[in-house]
T-cell receptor, first 114, second 117 residues
């Protein structure tokens, strides 16, 4: 059974703190993605990675960075958390190539920045 | 920039009704159109997907209708059940880009569906 896990379900941080969100997949997928989910805005892509140490900006990368040192692990970093980064963060993975681009999502991390 | 617009934002139907969720896209290069279903406390999961070479795809009670000329596609849920209550997202993707496939999806805003018993 495919699995994407995220390090925390709920996280509360203070403004200005550095925040790390971790995502691990066990499917040997090449592609990994970080989204944020906000009511009325859907899922917006922050960053994605198609290989180890490779990364591409998504639609809303400002205020975020990522790290992919191992194939199975993709980290999202908030260098200096701000209240407008309070959101649900979702990680996903997918295989590269083929006809299906199904993305497998983790359960999400609800981050509150106070 | 929002390239996929989804409506309505929320929808309430009675059991047995046929909710319809609509999406419109702008980028004519998109060639893969999935729908994802998300239950509370869970991540989204692929429900059904269509490619633009067909106008309709059916899987069980779920049907995608696709209108390439209008750049619109919709999800129909036949004989809806309370267990179908969830948030539904349409999405679009350009499968191949420069010889490489990353499967990057652009999602719509989401529709919260409630099916009353």
């Amino acid at each position: 059974d495919v699995k994407v896990t995220q390090s925390s379900r709920y996280l509360v941080k203070r403004t200005g703190e550095k925040v790390f969100l971790e995502c691990v997949q066990d499917m040997d997928h090449e592609n990994m993605f970080w989204y944020r989910q906000d009511p009325g805005l859907g899922l917006r892509l922050i960053y994605f990675s198609y290989d180890v140490k490779m990364k591409e900006k998504g639609d809303i990368p400002e205020g975020y960075s990522v790290s992919r040192e191992k194939k199975e692990r993709f980290s999202l970093i908030l260098e200096s958390a701000s209240t407008n980064q309070t959101s649900m963060y979702l990680c996903a993975s997918s295989p590269q190539g083929g006809v299906s681009h199904e993305q497998y999502f983790g359960p999400g991390t609800r981050l509150t920045v106070t | 920039q929002q390239q996929v617009k989804q409506s309505p934002q929320s929808l309430i139907v009675q059991k047995g009704g046929i909710p319809i969720i609509n999406c419109a896209y702008e980028n004519t290069a998109f060639d893969y159109f999935p729908w994802y279903q998300q239950f509370p406390g869970k991540g989204p999961a692929l429900l059904i997907a269509i490619r633009p070479d067909v106008s309709e795809k059916k899987e069980g009670r779920f049907t995608i209708s696709f209108n390439k000329s209008a750049k619109q596609f919709s999800l129909h849920i036949m004989d809806s059940q309370p267990g179908d209550s969830a948030t539904y997202f349409c999405a679009a993707s350009k499968v191949w880009s420069g010889g490489t496939s990353y499967g990057k999806l652009t999602f719509g805003q989401g529709t919260i569906l409630t099916v009353h018993p």
